[in-house]
């Protein structure tokens, strides 16, 4: 099939993109800045934004099935950019598509467009999207995610997927978690903080969105998770898979906060997007720890390796592309 992608340049783009080229796909992808993950792959680039509906309706001719995985990640505000991309360029490529007699849109969501709360009960896809909150990041996808669904009463073919935190590799940019690993391997993170999150690793998001182009039904979510793990075992994981002594020194969240402005103002000056902020240490503490996949396992065929393998091949990744010191 003739497949288009936007934010194919992303962790889950290249990892997308190469598994569709295996399976013998044709493939279109939308890139806005650069292309240096999808280097050497037979693919078809167009260059746009979802700001730029003929670069949109470039991508969409022909295209059987578009994958919308493009969005603005960001855990430090920025309500005006977050809104243009993730909601009115979602709107945009709906209007394209619905133009262009697609067949289907698999629809890139999150795990926190949906609400985590109660905190102790088991988390699936009956949970409401976040209609409220400090986080733009979360309202953002939450109402792209309702445009979707909302448009599949009105005839539009799509299906939702809801990732948690995503980690593995070809992570070329690198990600935020990815930035992470990196920093704590380094040992340029000053200190590790309570909380975790379900980490599911990319190559299964990969399968499990593959799989939805003919087992998932329409204006249905599915959540693709793996496990949770707090940040403490997470580094005592990195540390047995690399045999690399890293930091493990833990401060409290109250005191993260005190120093979260002075973060912030090292990464303005350092050009780096700060790691801790009020926003993801909301989010270690305040996320449901019982997410369940079920749905996917039983309709999408959808499983989840080992948590300890993703981090090993995640980070022999790095070491092999130059990113670990």
């Not at 799509?158 to 990600?175: L, R």
């Not at 998770?225 to 890293?246: C, P």
Request: proline letters at 4%; one cysteine or more; hydrophobic letters at 40%.
């Amino acid at each position: 099939m003739k497949i288009a992608v936007t934010g194919a340049n992303g962790h889950v783009g290249a990892n997308l993109c190469r598994s569709l080229l295996t399976e013998g796909h044709r493939v279109k992808a939308l890139i806005h800045q650069n292309i240096n993950s999808l280097k050497g792959l037979n693919i078809e680039i167009v260059q746009g934004s979802l700001n730029d509906l003929n670069a949109l309706r470039s991508l969409c001719k022909d295209a059987e099935i578009v994958f919308h995985l493009a969005a603005m990640i960001s855990i430090d505000g920025h309500k005006n950019k977050l809104l243009e991309v993730n909601v009115e360029g979602t709107k945009n490529l709906i209007k394209v598509i619905q133009e262009n007699g697609v067949r289907r849109l698999i629809h890139f969501s999150s795990i926190h467009a949906l609400s985590h709360f109660p905190l102790d009960q088991p988390m699936d896809e009956t949970r409401p999207l976040v209609k409220e909150g400090p986080m733009w990041y979360e309202i953002t996808k939450s109402k792209a995610e309702k445009i979707v669904l909302d448009a599949t009463i009105g005839g539009l073919d799509a299906i939702v997927i809801n990732p948690t935190a995503i980690v593995g590799p070809n992570d070329f940019k690198p990600s935020l978690v990815g930035t992470a690993l990196i920093r704590l391997y380094n040992n340029t993170l000053p200190a590790l903080v309570p909380g975790g999150y379900n980490w599911v690793d990319v190559r299964d998001i990969v399968q499990g969105a593959i799989a939805a182009m003919d087992k998932g039904r329409k204006g249905e979510r599915y959540i693709l998770g793996g496990k949770w793990v707090s940040i403490k075992d997470l580094a005592l994981i990195v540390e047995k898979v690399t045999g690399k002594r890293v930091i493990k020194f833990m401060i409290p969240t109250q005191i993260a906060k005190i120093g979260v402005p002075f973060i912030k103002a090292y990464g303005w000056i350092a050009k780096q997007e700060p790691l801790y902020t009020f926003e993801s240490l909301r989010a270690l503490r305040e996320v449901n720890t019982m997410i369940s996949h079920e749905k996917a396992n039983t309709e999408l065929g959808y499983s989840s390796r080992d948590f300890e393998i993703t981090i090993r091949d995640t980070m022999d990744w790095f070491q092999l592309h130059g990113y670990l010191k």
